[in-house]
């Protein structure tokens, strides 16, 4: 069953690759990682109480001790973008001058949003704005709840926590990762970055527990996803067609989800990924053109130029962590969205630079803050003002409010005309949002976990999307959602360690931008 181990010729460094069962994996990175997934996900299993209360227990300690620090981040890291983008590093081409871009503009669009954020558009797009304005979150700032103040902080903060500071984090690990694999010809995976720093170490020790850190993360944190999306989507079943919203249907759809991301896969990256993103991207434009038509028109658009006007002063506020008397708030939103995006970042990081080459900087950080930000501003406005208009005008089931956060945008939807076929194009989103980044992030994990070949086995990009879905079945039918959250807190208290590596690669681009204008203008 096993070969002889062979050597794989990286540009810097040989690599050990075994080749089993068909495929070919880099020892160390694979096997640790694999026995990692497996030991967690069964003491989770085992003992889900007790690992919910230390996990979250852990989560609080980080989240309170560390606001300043994960406040601060975001704010260090935006500014780099911004400083690239309008510098004369912004003229440089990821991959060259003569790189081409493999994507136009919509498909590359279509597949950031996909893979970044688009499940939770549609978990939060409705759902959280109107928890703002009710105090069924908290409020920002402690501000009364429904008045004028809370109305335009619900809206503001929402576009917040979803918009420059999370893609400004993404940017900076995919323009990092991107840089230095397509300019200065080294593998395409998270080590990859320290290079400058310690030099021909990385391809040790040192860079395998950085890649085996980016492969436990990216794994949970996609299991986690999937299995809140599958809650979410069974709901909205249940609500529709009054079935049970049971486990057995839950684990089901995760099956089912499953084997269209094997599809997908074995389609490869433009019959797969870019398809799904570009027919999610036509069926959102569609939803959120349906909500804006409607809903309360003028209402929608009077919100979105309010948020967007109030956008950075609010902003500014929402960042600073000194003497915030809405701490309960600012612990449990603010700092624990900055833990999950850093977390996400090593999976939505490098599936960025997969697709990013042939862009100058500049486009890309124009493609990868802009277009995200825009696009969250008019989702969460359309869908937030309609749920908010629903509640104050007591129509359908919002009109007491919100009851199950996971139901908001059916209830929604459902004081909408059409709500029948609505309702049903919004699981469809959710399903093949769930697919997609189930797809996008078994092709991450193959890449870090293949040392530094460039063309795998596609079984070995299957065995991976097998495993993110079965631990997501396994956690779900083994502890529930109480397994669910420990996942959630302990992936989110694991963004600690890696908010240093995320500021190290700031640190780490530059010098490497430098020594490349150097090295094209000797």
């Given at each position: 069953?096993?070969?002889?181990?062979?050597?794989?010729?990286?540009?810097?460094?040989?690599?050990?690759?075994?080749?089993?069962?068909?495929?070919?994996?880099?020892?160390?990175?694979?096997?640790?990682?694999?026995?990692?997934?497996?030991?967690?996900?069964?003491?989770?299993?085992?003992?889900?109480?007790?690992?919910?209360?230390?996990?979250?227990?852990?989560?609080?300690?980080?989240?309170?001790?560390?606001?300043?620090?994960?406040?601060?981040?975001?704010?260090?890291?935006?500014?780099?973008?911004?400083?690239?983008?309008?510098?004369?590093?912004?003229?440089?081409?990821?991959?060259?001058?003569?790189?081409?871009?493999?994507?136009?503009?919509?498909?590359?669009?279509?597949?950031?949003?996909?893979?970044?954020?688009?499940?939770?558009?549609?978990?939060?797009?409705?759902?959280?704005?109107?928890?703002?304005?009710?105090?069924?979150?908290?409020?920002?700032?402690?501000?009364?709840?429904?008045?004028?103040?809370?109305?335009?902080?619900?809206?503001?903060?929402?576009?917040?926590?979803?918009?420059?500071?999370?893609?400004?984090?993404?940017?900076?690990?995919?323009?990092?990762?991107?840089?230095?694999?397509?300019?200065?010809?080294?593998?395409?995976?998270?080590?990859?970055?320290?290079?400058?720093?310690?030099?021909?170490?990385?391809?040790?020790?040192?860079?395998?527990?950085?890649?085996?850190?980016?492969?436990?993360?990216?794994?949970?944190?996609?299991?986690?996803?999937?299995?809140?999306?599958?809650?979410?989507?069974?709901?909205?079943?249940?609500?529709i067609f009054d079935v049970e919203a049971?486990?057995?249907?839950?684990?089901?759809?995760?099956?089912?989800?499953?084997?269209?991301?094997?599809?997908?896969?074995?389609?490869?990256?433009?019959?797969?990924?870019?398809?799904?993103?570009?027919?999610?991207?036509?069926?959102?434009?569609?939803?959120?053109?349906?909500?804006?038509?409607?809903?309360?028109?003028?209402?929608?658009?009077?919100?979105?130029?309010?948020?967007?006007?109030?956008?950075?002063?609010?902003?500014?506020?929402?960042?600073?962590?000194?003497?915030?008397?809405?701490?309960?708030?600012?612990?449990?939103?603010?700092?624990?969205?900055?833990?999950?995006?850093?977390?996400?970042?090593?999976?939505?990081?490098?599936?960025?630079?997969?697709?990013?080459?042939?862009?100058?900087?500049?486009?890309?950080?124009?493609?990868?803050?802009?277009?995200?930000?825009?696009?969250?501003?008019?989702?969460?406005?359309?869908?937030?003002?309609?749920?908010?208009?629903?509640?104050?005008?007591?129509?359908?089931?919002?009109?007491?409010?919100?009851?199950?956060?996971?139901?908001?945008?059916?209830?929604?939807?459902?004081?909408?005309?059409?709500?029948?076929?609505?309702?049903?194009?919004?699981?469809?989103?959710?399903?093949?949002?769930?697919?997609?980044?189930?797809?996008?992030?078994?092709?991450?994990?193959?890449?870090?976990?293949?040392?530094?070949?460039?063309?795998?086995?596609?079984?070995?990009?299957?065995?991976?999307?097998?495993?993110?879905?079965?631990?997501?079945?396994?956690?779900?039918?083994?502890?529930g959602e109480e397994a669910l959250k420990?996942?959630?807190?302990?992936?989110?208290?694991?963004?600690?360690?890696?908010?240093?590596?995320?500021?190290?690669?700031?640190?780490?681009?530059?010098?490497?931008?430098?020594?490349?204008?150097?090295?094209?203008?000797?």
């Amino acid at each position: 069953m096993f070969q002889k181990e062979k050597t794989y010729k990286s540009p810097v460094k040989d690599q050990k690759i075994i080749k089993a069962f068909g495929m070919e994996m880099h020892n160390p990175v694979f096997v640790i990682s694999a026995l990692l997934i497996l030991i967690f996900s069964i003491i989770t299993l085992v003992f889900p109480s007790a690992s919910n209360s230390a996990l979250n227990g852990a989560q609080l300690w980080t989240l309170s001790k560390f606001d300043w620090f994960y406040s601060l981040i975001p704010v260090l890291i935006l500014t780099l973008c911004v400083v690239l983008a309008v510098s004369p590093f912004g003229k440089i081409k990821l991959g060259g001058k003569d790189a081409k871009p493999e994507y136009k503009v919509g498909s590359w669009i279509a597949m950031l949003f996909a893979a970044g954020v688009g499940i939770g558009f549609m978990f939060y797009g409705s759902a959280e704005p109107l928890g703002y304005y009710t105090d069924w979150f908290g409020t920002p700032f402690n501000v009364s709840a429904e008045t004028v103040d809370a109305r335009r902080l619900a809206f503001t903060t929402s576009v917040f926590h979803w918009g420059l500071s999370a893609w400004s984090i993404y940017a900076i690990v995919g323009l990092t990762l991107a840089f230095f694999a397509y300019n200065m010809d080294l593998p395409l995976t998270i080590r990859s970055a320290f290079f400058p720093i310690f030099g021909e170490k990385i391809w040790g020790w040192r860079g395998h527990i950085i890649d085996m850190f980016a492969v436990v993360s990216t794994i949970f944190g996609l299991a986690c996803t999937i299995g809140i999306g599958a809650t979410q989507a069974t709901g909205g079943l249940s609500y529709i067609f009054d079935v049970e919203a049971t486990k057995s249907l839950q684990i089901i759809l995760i099956f089912t989800i499953t084997i269209i991301a094997i599809f997908s896969i074995l389609r490869g990256m433009n019959g797969g990924v870019k398809l799904l993103s570009n027919v999610n991207m036509f069926f959102a434009g569609l939803l959120l053109f349906f909500v804006i038509m409607a809903g309360p028109t003028v209402g929608i658009f009077e919100s979105m130029f309010e948020t967007f006007i109030y956008s950075v002063p609010d902003s500014l506020r929402l960042t600073n962590w000194v003497g915030r008397a809405d701490k309960n708030f600012f612990h449990d939103w603010t700092i624990f969205y900055w833990a999950w995006w850093i977390a996400w970042s090593p999976f939505v990081g490098m599936f960025i630079a997969k697709i990013s080459k042939g862009r100058t900087i500049r486009q890309f950080m124009m493609g990868v803050l802009i277009a995200p930000f825009s696009i969250g501003l008019v989702w969460f406005t359309a869908f937030g003002e309609t749920a908010i208009s629903q509640f104050e005008d007591k129509v359908g089931d919002l009109s007491e409010g919100m009851t199950d956060s996971s139901l908001t945008l059916f209830q929604m939807l459902n004081s909408l005309p059409y709500s029948d076929v609505t309702s049903v194009v919004a699981i469809f989103l959710l399903i093949i949002f769930i697919v997609t980044s189930a797809d996008s992030g078994s092709l991450v994990v193959d890449s870090l976990t293949s040392g530094t070949q460039k063309d795998t086995p596609v079984r070995q990009r299957v065995f991976w999307a097998i495993l993110i879905g079965l631990t997501s079945i396994a956690l779900l039918y083994g502890g529930g959602e109480e397994a669910l959250k420990s996942l959630q807190a302990g992936t989110v208290t694991a963004a600690l360690p890696f908010s240093f590596i995320v500021l190290l690669y700031g640190f780490c681009l530059i010098k490497g931008l430098l020594s490349y204008t150097k090295r094209n203008n000797d």
